[in-house]
């Protein structure tokens, strides 16, 4: 095999042409997707059952498990749901050896199967139930002493075994670069006259005693080692070569791939992996990481980046320090954010502790909204939930960093429909770190403050763009509807096909928002059978505005598609319960992903919400500019009624 450039992005090179050439990609399998589907088959399913025992035994903490230990059998939600776990073993154990790197070992927590399963978390970290034993009457009760107990000793176990395996995945990586044909030959030699085991005189030396007593006892010489280790490394790089091939066959799928690398800015760290850290680059290659996310992932229940990541009950990410993370897709997120080109220091992802500290500090700076915005027809003083507005955190100050829209550029509306939406406005009541109840909040429904917020920002848009016509509105929950083009005539008629309920996955909405926006521009862009539209450079930019009452169960996915695209800006409106730390939690996330992405800007809004201030700001970062206060004042009025009639 000739000499593969190091400078070459990976899979590009000449030795990967010669594939199929087909618009329709070659179907391409490995372990990981293999696992993944089996893994996808009841990955939500237990995921429910989980949250429903949870709710039923009114344990609020997603982080904690149900105990019910009894000497009899017992037929209750809880032991229902640890059956299932058990039955799960097989599935826990193929995702395991699929995705686990050399000399890792699988573990559960399962005890009623055995109580030697190797996992490290059973000994080191405490129960959050404390050690009260168990009740023959019903379950436990988690304790907030022992809670925060288990939770420090979590994060202290999860970085050292984090720290452990990494420096034991970066020890086993080859010493010089499988890409250079001359120092493989050098060792292919060596091991030739190794297993030669010829004398000076060239004859074939008589095998000693000694050495039938290593064969027998598996002892391996120096240059056997040697011998098995170049092998290795030659079936490694077989393996990465057979990889790219299948997952990128042809032209068009490599050209996707290099445009991806490119835009996330980790053209420099994939090359680097490639060259010096073969291993790891494998692992990462198998689970898609170098490409964009598939289409057909959005509309599936359960995907490769909805698998939740489970430290202590042996459910694995794909990276060496993959403990810690909630799922794949904040895992991936994550680990593109700290290794695109540009990054300064590590971005770890805060504990549970540190996001729920800040999260208290953010809510603290809350202050008076500016009493220039004061509206007396805001939903929160049209329907006297309580008296003023709720104290709000002040945005940061607008920062142009994506550019100012321009006539050509698409302006749609995405809103979440789930069903908190509709639901009254509650906020969790903490001891420590565990929940013990919730507490009801006097402000208007999410639903309601979130219709009146699209109505002034299409309102004003219309004014500024003289877009008359209106702009399309794409709700979503469980799934995604096309409610169509809302404008100040129509919007009241048009509300009513909005309809509330469901969970929130925003990537069913993204995905119906893309779909509108490239048969609009078809003519400018491509299909690709597996990863969807790709705009080219003529395709209008998109701007979004995405309003949210929470965090979505595939945000990270969201963000994680975001980072790749140039042809879209996102403006996210986020809709808070008053003093509520979950919210603030979610916002400090949303500011940090805003902060990284320049395709992503962030407001935020909590309990009685000033509703002009809120609009003015989204309207900044969705025209891209410093909107004065005259200016946002003259846009704010409707339309004249006149021109109605040239519609």
């Not at 893994?39 to 995921?47: G, I, N, P």
């Not at 154990?93 to 070992?105: I, Q, R, T």
């Not at 020890?171 to 499988?178: A, K, L, N, R």
């Not at 003289?466 to 009241?492: M, P, R, V």
């Amino acid at each position: 095999m000739a000499k593969m450039s190091a400078d070459l992005p990976p899979s590009y090179s000449a030795t990967t042409r010669g594939g199929p050439t087909s618009a329709t990609p070659a179907f391409h399998t490995n372990a990981v997707i293999e696992a993944g589907h089996v893994r996808a088959r009841d990955e939500q399913e237990m995921q429910f059952l989980l949250q429903n025992v949870q709710q039923v035994y009114r344990i609020f903490n997603p982080e904690i498990e149900p105990e019910h230990d009894t000497e009899y059998y017992c037929n209750c939600p809880i032991h229902r749901y640890m059956s299932r776990k058990m039955n799960r073993l097989n599935v826990l154990d193929l995702w395991s050896k699929a995705v686990m790197y050399p000399g890792e070992k699988t573990y559960h927590d399962c005890y009623q199967v055995s109580w030697f399963t190797g996992n490290p978390y059973s000994t080191a970290v405490v129960s959050p139930y404390g050690f009260s034993g168990a009740s023959l009457y019903g379950s436990q009760r988690p304790d907030p002493k022992y809670h925060a107990m288990s939770i420090r000793q979590t994060i202290r176990l999860n970085e050292a075994l984090n720290a452990k395996a990494q420096a034991a995945v970066n020890g086993q990586e080859p010493p010089f670069s499988i890409w250079e044909t001359s120092q493989l030959e050098a060792s292919m030699s060596d091991m030739s006259f190794a297993d030669s085991a010829s004398n000076s005189s060239g004859q074939r030396s008589k095998p000693s005693k000694l050495a039938g007593l290593k064969r027998a006892f598996s002892i391996k010489s120096s240059e056997e080692k040697e011998a098995i280790k170049t092998r290795k490394l030659l079936g490694l790089r077989t393996e990465i070569l057979n990889e790219e091939r299948g997952r990128w066959p042809d032209e068009t799928s490599r050209n996707i791939a290099i445009t991806y690398q490119a835009k996330m800015g980790m053209t420099e760290k994939i090359s680097e992996l490639r060259s010096r850290y073969p291993l790891q680059y494998l692992h990462l290659l198998r689970a898609g990481y170098f490409e964009p996310i598939p289409v057909a992932w959005a509309d599936m229940a359960s995907n490769p980046l909805k698998f939740s990541i489970e430290a202590a009950s042996g459910w694995r990410g794909i990276t060496p320090s993959w403990r810690g993370y909630e799922d794949t897709a904040e895992e991936r997120l994550y680990w593109v954010l700290n290794h695109r080109a540009g990054s300064t220091g590590a971005r770890l992802k805060p504990d549970i502790i540190s996001a729920l500290d800040m999260a208290r500090a953010r809510m603290a700076s809350a202050v008076e909204p500016p009493p220039a915005y004061f509206a007396v027809d805001d939903v929160c003083h049209i329907q006297h939930t309580s008296k003023g507005y709720s104290n709000q955190v002040m945005p940061p100050p607008f920062r142009p960093v994506d550019g100012v829209e321009t006539p050509s550029d698409d302006t749609m509306i995405l809103l979440d429909v789930s069903g908190s939406m509709d639901f009254q406005p509650m906020r969790p009541n903490y001891n420590q770190y565990l929940i013990n109840g919730y507490s009801k909040s006097t402000q208007p429904k999410n639903k309601d403050v979130a219709k009146s917020i699209i109505r002034r920002f299409a309102d004003a848009m219309a004014n500024h763009d003289q877009n008359w016509q209106g702009y399309e509105l794409i709700t979503f929950s469980s799934q995604a509807d096309h409610i169509g083009i809302i404008n100040h005539w129509n919007f009241k008629e048009m509300w009513k096909f909005v309809a509330f309920g469901g969970l929130t996955r925003v990537m069913t909405g993204w995905q119906k928002v893309k779909q509108l926006h490239f048969q609009k521009h078809s003519e400018s862009a491509t299909y690709h059978p597996i990863y969807g539209w790709q705009a080219g450079p003529q395709t209008p930019k998109l701007r979004l505005l995405l309003l949210l009452d929470g965090e979505a169960s595939d945000m990270d996915e969201f963000e994680l598609d975001l980072l790749g695209l140039s042809w879209v800006h996102v403006t996210i409106f986020l809709i808070g319960v008053d003093g509520c730390p979950h919210h603030h939690r979610h916002a400090n996330e949303l500011q940090r992903i805003s902060e990284v992405n320049p395709h992503v800007s962030f407001v935020d809004a909590q309990g009685n919400a000033p509703e002009r201030f809120i609009t003015h700001e989204l309207l900044k970062r969705h025209l891209g500019y410093e909107l004065s206060m005259t200016e946002f004042e003259g846009l704010e009025h409707p339309p004249p009624y006149s021109v109605s009639a040239d519609m």
